[in-house]
C-alpha cells in the first residue's frame, strides 16, 4: 500500500477544501488501493459540528460497502483525528488510521486552536466534575431500548 500517494491526496484535497471555505481536513477510506469514502471538513458550510472530514468518510464507505465493520480498511485523513472522529474510528473497527499533521503541530505552527485542548484531560475527571457536566438520573425505563435491543438481536 503505498500510504505517503494515499496521504498527499488527502492534503491535496483539504487544501482545495480551505479555497473553497471550508476547514483544513480531508480523510479518505481505502480498500483494496480503491478509495470506497472520502470527506472534507463541512462545519464551517453546514453549521454543523460534527461534519468533520473522518465522519463524512466513515459514513460513505460503510453505506457504499453495505456494513458497520471497517476493518480491512485504511482511513487516511491530513490532519490528526479528534476524538469525535476517532470514537467513530472505534464504532466501525478502522483497519488503521494514517495521517500527516497531529494537532500539536497545528496549534503549534499555525496557532489552530479548537476547544480539544482540554478534552483528553477533562474525561479524566468525574462526570459531574467535567467542564460539560455529565449527569446521570436513572429512570425506570433506562433499560427498556436496550432489552428490546437484545430481543430483536435474538430473533
Known amino acids: 500500500m503505498n500510504h505517503e500517494k494515499w496521504l498527499n491526496y488527502t492534503v491535496q484535497i483539504a487544501i482545495e477544501n ?3 471555505g471550508g476547514g483544513p481536513f480531508a480523510a479518505i477510506i481505502v480498500k483494496d488501493d480503491k478509495i470506497i469514502g472520502s470527506g472534507t471538513n463541512q462545519v464551517e458550510f453546514t453549521h454543523d459540528p460534527s ?3 473522518e465522519l463524512l468518510a466513515i459514513k460513505e464507505a460503510c453505506t457504499t460497502l453495505k456494513t458497520l465493520d471497517l476493518s480491512d480498511c485504511i482511513l487516511y485523513a ?3 483525528p479528534c476524538p469525535m472522529c476517532l ?3 472505534y464504532w466501525a473497527s478502522v483497519g488503521a488510521i494514517y495521517y500527516t499533521g497531529s494537532k500539536q503541530e497545528a496549534y503549534e ?9 482540554n ?9 459531574e466534575d ?3 457536566p455529565f449527569i446521570q438520573h436513572k429512570t425506570a425505563t433506562a433499560m427498556t431500548p436496550f432489552i428490546e435491543w437484545k430481543k430483536r438481536q435474538a430473533k
Open 87 to 89: 470514537g467513530a474510528s
Open 130 to 132: 467535567r467542564s460539560i
Open 109 to 117: 505552527e499555525v496557532g489552530f486552536s479548537n476547544p480539544l485542548h
Open 119 to 127: 478534552f483528553y484531560p477533562d474525561q479524566q475527571l468525574a462526570p
Open 78 to 80: 491530513s490532519g490528526e
Open 51 to 53: 461534519a468533520h472530514a
Open 18 to 20: 480551505v479555497k473553497d
